[in-house]
Nanobody
Framework: QVQLVESGGGLVQPGGSLRLSCAAS????????ITWYRQAPGEQREFVAT???????NYADSVKGRFTISRDSAKNSVYLQMNSLKPEDTAIYYC???????WGQGTQVTVSS
């Protein structure tokens, strides 16, 4: 079992930046894949970005060039740097890890003027 705790969400103006953190209760190298998802009101949860144990990353087309996923093994944490934020990025952002199948509680990101 692994616990994942997200933080760093908040209210930001369009064009602004936020950095989300996902802190794991054990070494992130024991987790094959850590992925950020998001869910906007009335919408299905969607993939945002993922990082594999070997360092390979992948992004949704909607965030490529604006978001960057990274990790710090010393802090057992994965980050999502979000730049050039748009109102359509407003959602609850969730961290997911596998194995085992683990979800964080989510952190709210609101992009609005």
């Amino acid at each position: 079992q692994v616990q994942l705790v997200e933080s760093g969400g908040g209210l930001v103006q369009p064009g602004g930046s936020l950095r989300l953190s996902c802190a794991a209760s054990k070494s992130i190298y024991s987790i094959d894949v850590i992925t950020w998802y998001r869910q906007a009101p009335g919408e299905q949860r969607e993939f945002v970005a993922t990082i594999r144990r070997g360092g390979l990353t992948n992004y949704a087309d909607s965030v490529k060039g604006r978001f960057t996923i990274s990790r710090d093994s010393a802090k057992n944490s994965v980050y999502l740097q979000m730049n050039s934020l748009k109102p359509e990025d407003t959602a609850i952002y969730y961290c997911y890890g596998w194995p085992p199948d683990s979800w964080g509680q989510g952190t709210q990101v609101t992009v609005s003027s």
